[in-house]
Structure formats: structure tokens, C-alpha cells
T-cell receptor, first 113, second 114 residues
Framework: NAGVMQNPRHLVRRRGQEARLRCSPM?????VYWYRQLPEEGLKFMVY????????ESGMPKERFSAEFPKEGPSILRIQQVVRGDSAAYFC???????????FGPGTRLLVL | AQTVTQSQPEMSVQEAETVTLSCTYD???????LFWYKQPPSRQMILVIR??????QNATENRFSVNFQKAAKSFSLKISDSQLGDAAMYFC???????????FGQGTTLQVKP
């Protein structure tokens, strides 16, 4: 049973470009969560999705950030017009249900030049 | 709002010895979960142990155990017989059964000395 998959593992973008981060949950998991980890800090919740629905986006910046989890395919975290402050590690986690343990992917390290 | 506090930025332990990492949290919810995750240099987040708030018995996973004090809102992690591979950043996390999201502490870097 493959774990949570994230790609790319490393992403370099110039200021103003778009970044697309992908997350495939574990088999049988329909709940996906995105977290951001700035250097030397803990993880901060961004958004919680189920298939085709955003359940909680209280941690998402109001502008430039969006997330989706379509019926088919991986969950996507999209950052438009990236700025240097977006440089961070972005982790995806998945679970079977709201009350079950979240398992994390390896993360995507985004570097904005 | 829930908060999680880890007051020890760094800890060190001699190989084969025991170490305890501290964590306190604040919440008004009655139904929640607590976790310890390990983040080695690879940056992968690895689940160490999980505790349900409604359970009085402390969770144990091999060399890892917790001391869960619900009234004091304390959730410490004890690592017995420490191994070099235990060296990592350890994060305490609160999980709400209402919202699903995890709230993490600032982390404790554990160094294991040979």
C-alpha cells in the first residue's frame, strides 16, 4: 500500500510565476490536508478537502493560493504570482476519515528566486 | 482557539538512556486527539504515537510512551533506550475531531550522543 505521494519534491520558481503542487492520498483515503512549514518552524494548517469539496480553508492566504481535490486525480495546491515569502516546505496529509490519523507525504520544497 | 506549546527547543540524551519531551496544549473541546510526529533530516513527517483524549490509559509504541495528563493539558513523550536513529525534530500535535486539522507545536530538536 503506497503512502502519500507528492510531486515534485523540489520546485524552483522565479517571482511572479505559478507553482502547482500535487498530492495523491493513500489508497482508500478521501480526506486531504495541506500544511506549510516555514524554515525553523512547525507545520501550519492551510486547507482541508474531501473529493470535490473544500471543507476548511481557514489557513489559506486570501489571495494567490487555491486548492482543489477533483473526483479523479490528485489534489492540487496552486500558488499564483509567487513571492519570496512563499518559499517553504508544503506537506500533504491524508486520512480515511475526520477522526483517523493523518499520514504525511514527503513534502514539496518550494524555492522562489 | 487551540494552541500547542513545546517549551524545549533542544534536548540531548546519551545513547541507551531515557529522555522525556514536554508538550502542553489548550482547548475547550472535550473530544480530541494528540500526536507526536518525528521529522528526521529527510524532513519526512513520521507518526510516532497517538492518544485519544477519552482514553485514560497512556499510549505505548515499543520504546515510545506518553504521559497524558488531561486535567493539566499535558502530553509528554518518553523515549526509552534511545538510539542514534531517534535523533530528529519532534512535533507535538493536537487534532480536533470537529475540524480535522492538526495544530502543531514549535518542535523539539533531539540530539542523541553516542
Amino acid at each position: 500500500n503506497a503512502g502519500v505521494m507528492q510531486n515534485p519534491r523540489h520546485l524552483v520558481r522565479r517571482r511572479g510565476q505559478e507553482a502547482r503542487l500535487r498530492c495523491s492520498p493513500m489508497k482508500g483515503h478521501s480526506h486531504v490536508y495541506w500544511y506549510r512549514q516555514l524554515p525553523e518552524e512547525g507545520l501550519k494548517f492551510m486547507v482541508y478537502l474531501q473529493k470535490e469539496n473544500i471543507i476548511d480553508e481557514s489557513g489559506m492566504p486570501k489571495e494567490r493560493f487555491s486548492a482543489e481535490f477533483p473526483k479523479e486525480g490528485p489534489s492540487i495546491l496552486r500558488i499564483q504570482q509567487v513571492v519570496r515569502g512563499d518559499s517553504a516546505a508544503y506537506f500533504c496529509a491524508s486520512s480515511e476519515s475526520l477522526r483517523e490519523t493523518q499520514y504525511f507525504g514527503p513534502g514539496t520544497r518550494l524555492l522562489v528566486l | 482557539a487551540q494552541t500547542v506549546t513545546q517549551s524545549q527547543p533542544e534536548m540531548s540524551v546519551q545513547e541507551a538512556e531515557t529522555v522525556t519531551l514536554s508538550c502542553t496544549y489548550d482547548t475547550s473541546e472535550s473530544d480530541y486527539y494528540l500526536f507526536w510526529y518525528k521529522q528526521p533530516p529527510s524532513r519526512q513527517m513520521i507518526l510516532v504515537i497517538r492518544q485519544e483524549a477519552y482514553k485514560q490509559q497512556n499510549a505505548t509504541e515499543n520504546r515510545f510512551s506518553v504521559n497524558f495528563q488531561k486535567a493539566a493539558k499535558s502530553f509528554s513523550l518518553k523515549i526509552s533506550d534511545s538510539q542514534l536513529g531517534d535523533a530528529a525534530m519532534y512535533f507535538c500535535a493536537y487534532g480536533s475531531s470537529n475540524t480535522g486539522k492538526l495544530i502543531f507545536g514549535q518542535g523539539t530538536t533531539l540530539q542523541v550522543k553516542p
